[in-house]
């Protein structure tokens, strides 16, 4: 039989107490994998914003230059064109984090309301701590132009544990109090590589910093999902996994996911993560169906 909360109605809207964090991807680019150009003007980009607010994001992640592999560079000033006006817009209604690697534009998104700064070079802690806001520190190898070239390890785990302890120890010196770590899924990796990592989130968490974990789409799971044909699947085919992993990471203590699809994820949040919280929360809802 299945327990009494796995039924779920509506849920009260402070939910997020009771589970782990949801991180709702917004790029503002014309050319992000998943879905560069659907939010490239700015009022598109904020509606998408409060859809995923109203999915049930706790973190909307504003990014304005796409860091997929083979990417170009986007200068400081149409960076800040692309995410200020959003993150404005954005602040009032939710946590905004601002991805990006440039100093001056988490600088500038802070000052315009964001209270993260999610940074795939783990490199701007002295912003955060000069800002007074949180930071996401992430793994990668190599930069989006030759990080897919052939990235290697000798024990991918480790290293990435042992890099984004430094870097976060560094930070936790420099001031900043709130610090979270990130395997970097995608970024110089394999697909072996990645799902080492997955296999391996345990010693992430085993730092005692809390973890984000990004899967979401990314072309590991494409290739996973390939047919006969071995043709990778297209990133609009890549919701089971992307859910399947998230759904992993979650079970196996990560505080956050970064995903596209907030809904299906915030879903996933409530079963799993924290299960007696859950119980504590569901369990008082009538349960009507088998
Ligand atoms: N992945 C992407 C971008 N930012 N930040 C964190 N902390 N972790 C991630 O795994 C991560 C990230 C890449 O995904 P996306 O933003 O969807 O695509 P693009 O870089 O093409 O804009």
Not at 88 to 116: F, N, Q, W, Y
Not at 175 to 189: A, L, N, T, Y
Not at 206 to 235: E, N, Q
């Amino acid at each position: 039989m299945r327990p009494r909360w796995f039924t779920l109605g509506p849920m009260p809207a402070a939910d997020t107490q009771e589970r782990a964090l949801v991180m709702g991807i917004l790029n503002v680019t014309p050319d992000s994998f998943s879905d560069g150009g659907s939010w490239f003007e700015a009022d598109r980009a904020v509606a998408r914003g409060l859809e995923l607010i109203a999915e049930g994001a706790d973190v909307v992640d504003v990014g304005g230059e796409s860091t997929r592999p083979g990417a170009a560079e986007v200068p400081v000033e149409e960076e800040l064109r692309r995410v200020l006006p959003v993150v404005e817009a954005l602040s009032p209604h939710v946590r905004v984090s601002i991805d990006t690697t440039k100093e001056a534009v988490a600088e500038a998104a802070v000052l315009a309301g964001a209270t993260l700064v999610n940074d795939v070079s783990a490199t701007l802690w002295p912003v955060a701590a000069r800002c007074g806001v949180g930071w996401v520190a992430m793994h990668r190898q190599g930069t989006p132009t030759t990080m897919q070239d052939d990235p290697r390890y000798v024990d991918v785990v480790a290293e990435v544990r042992d890099l984004l302890v430094d870097r976060a120890a560094q930070a936790a010196g420099a001031g900043v109090g709130e610090i979270w770590i990130d395997p970097g899924i995608g970024f110089g990796k394999t697909v072996d590589h990645n799902l080492e990592l997955l296999a391996g989130l345990d010693a992430l968490v085993a730092t005692g910093y809390p973890v984000l974990v990004g899967t979401s789409r990314k072309g590991f799971l494409g290739a996973l999902a390939a047919g006969a044909d071995r043709v990778p699947a297209p990133a609009s085919d890549r919701l089971p996994g992307s859910l399947a992993t998230a759904t992993y990471a979650l079970a196996h203590g990560a505080g956050m996911v970064r995903v596209h699809d907030v809904a299906a994820t915030v879903q996933a949040a409530r079963l799993v993560g924290r299960p007696s919280a859950v119980t504590r929360t569901a369990g008082s809802m009538l349960d009507t169906e088998v």
